[in-house]
């Protein structure tokens, strides 16, 4: 197996370096050493139960108030101890840690700030579905680059719009790494002949029109009306206002979704709902929806709260949770629209005067 005529992560990164001739390679590194977690997590997560003798006691319930699945704890483990030492960060955060994470003084730091959800898709682990790990780049402020005070949560709460780069691995039948470094968006795939990252697809484009959406419907009573109404129309199908049927996944591995929508299009939605007042959503602002975002909007697909753009929110806290629509261009925009609409022309069609009633000729 050669690699000729095939370009590596690392060469990729090497050719967008020479975009910045004042750069430091420091992002590459950090990339890098990410990346290496994920081949290492990739190796782990396919052995499946054969790997239980390697992961560690779970069970403790993180500040999200889920217990912790074993592979939980490994992969945040794994994603800690291969990017503290590199001289590349000046702190982490990830779903599995409460806190920021500090680098140990006897390590350099770095200009940068990284934010993760070291495994996504927690509830597949055990059932052979694919999951994957999601990664948010940042830029430290100046008073903590490099030997300055050590972290704080506020360092963290900065815009999606303010990430540097960010990307996800996915661990299903092929291990792939999906990053922006806000330049479009590249795909690579693990070659496990060679042990690398091989570029596979670049400047990917989601396409703006779809007939896929993504939803868990098990929480559909709990739905604002502009979701209801827009779910009900793509039921609804060619028999509705739309004119065109549409299909429906749920994987519920948000990356695995993400990655489907990047390679073929599609709407996926976890709004807002009324399920729990208390959290306005089920995904993570800062390590979920930010980087997933990021690589929409870089690959020409939008990311909203269903209201907004998610890049502008400006975070409020490091788990904070929020409602989350991404994907195809003009389904995000009808739903936004749906959003913006007063709400008597948002609420669902009573079935009474629907398109097949007693009332419609
Ligand atoms: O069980 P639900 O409500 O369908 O939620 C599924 C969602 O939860 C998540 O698993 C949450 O992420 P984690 O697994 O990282 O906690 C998403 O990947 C997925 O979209
Ligand atoms: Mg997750
Ligand atoms: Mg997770």
Redesign the pocket.
Known sequence: MTLQGRITLTRYLIEERRRFPKASGELNGLILDISLACKALARIVSRGPLAAAMLPQAGAVNI?G?VQKPLDVLSNDIFVRMNEWSGHLAGMAS?EMDAPCQIPPSFPRGKYLLVF?P?????NIDVNVAVGSIFSILRAPPEVAGSGRDVEEADFLQPGAAQVAAGYAIYGPTTQFVLTVGNGVAVFTLDHDLGEFVLTASNVQVPEDTHEFAI?TS?ARFWEPPVKRYVDECLAGKTGGRGKDFNMR?I????A?AHRILMRGGVFL?PRDTKDPARPG??RLLY?ANPLGFVMEQAGGRASTGRQPVLGVRPAELHQRIGLVFGSKNEVERIERYHHEPAASTAAPAPLFATRSLFRD
């Open positions: 999200q889920e779903e959800d495994l996504d898709g927690s509830s868990n929480n749920w519920a591995s948000v990356v979704e976890y089920r995904l979920e």
